[in-house]
């Protein structure tokens, strides 16, 4: 976040957020040098630098510290949902927009987690962390899992996730010669609804795929899942 002081608030502002590990801009004069010190005492950082000095200098190193060390979880491909012991429903997700998302993270200095589904070719990267996942279910523990652990600073949650499964499980194989085969289909928990119940502070980011619907339904769909 950003927050803003302004001259008379210089001295109390420093105290107010003490002891949260913030990177803090302060001007290179003698005023600034003296909240710095403040800032160094009570456990926060101070970058040095304002729009009359230093100010490129400082905002670059700003943008540096943004970027490097975050813990970033990211979900990509389809999920599996058993229609028997053999067969499943899926979808025709290639998991594309998350191993490029994964790479360009990896590529600012981010630590990177991909929760990557049943996708058709191999993806190998030793910087970064790989957890697979076939079915609808094993994401779903996967996910609650990691985000109890607030262990991630931003999700980006780009998995196709099934939308329905099958009512009925069966346990065996369907015999494949029956003439005709009738699936009733039930919806499934929407993972992406309890992505804050888990973690109430990550940095979420969601993607929806819908079709003629209105911008306005789009945006109330949204703030209903954060």
């Not at 926060?44 to 670059?60: D, E, F, W, Y």
Request: charged fraction near 30%; aromatic fraction near 8%.
């Amino acid at each position: 976040f950003i927050l803003s002081l302004w001259h008379c608030n210089a001295f109390t502002g420093p105290i107010l957020i003490r002891d949260m590990d913030l990177y803090i801009l302060i001007s290179q004069s003698r005023d600034g040098e003296l909240i710095n010190r403040i800032v160094k005492r009570f456990n926060n950082h101070s970058v040095r630098g304002s729009s009359s000095k230093g100010g490129i200098q400082a905002l670059k190193v700003l943008i540096k510290i943004a970027r490097e060390g975050k813990r970033i979880l990211i979900t990509a491909g389809p999920t599996w949902v058993p229609i028997d012991k053999v067969r499943v429903i899926s979808n025709i997700s290639t998991g594309e927009t998350g191993i490029l998302l994964a790479k360009e993270a990896k590529r600012y200095g981010a630590d990177v987690t991909l929760i990557l589904g049943p996708i058709q070719k191999n993806f190998l990267d030793k910087s970064i962390k790989i957890i697979n996942f076939k079915f609808f279910e094993e994401l779903k523990g996967i996910l609650r899992e990691k985000l109890i652990s607030k262990n991630f600073d931003v999700l980006i949650h780009s998995a196709a996730v099934s939308d329905y499964r099958p009512l009925e499980y069966y346990r065996k194989k369907i015999r494949s010669n029956l003439e005709r085969l009738n699936l009733i289909l039930k919806p499934t928990e929407k993972i992406a609804d309890n992505i804050k119940k888990y973690d109430p502070k990550i940095f979420l980011v969601v993607f929806k795929l819908e079709f003629d619907v209105s911008k306005d339904r789009l945006i109330k769909r949204i703030y209903e899942i954060l």
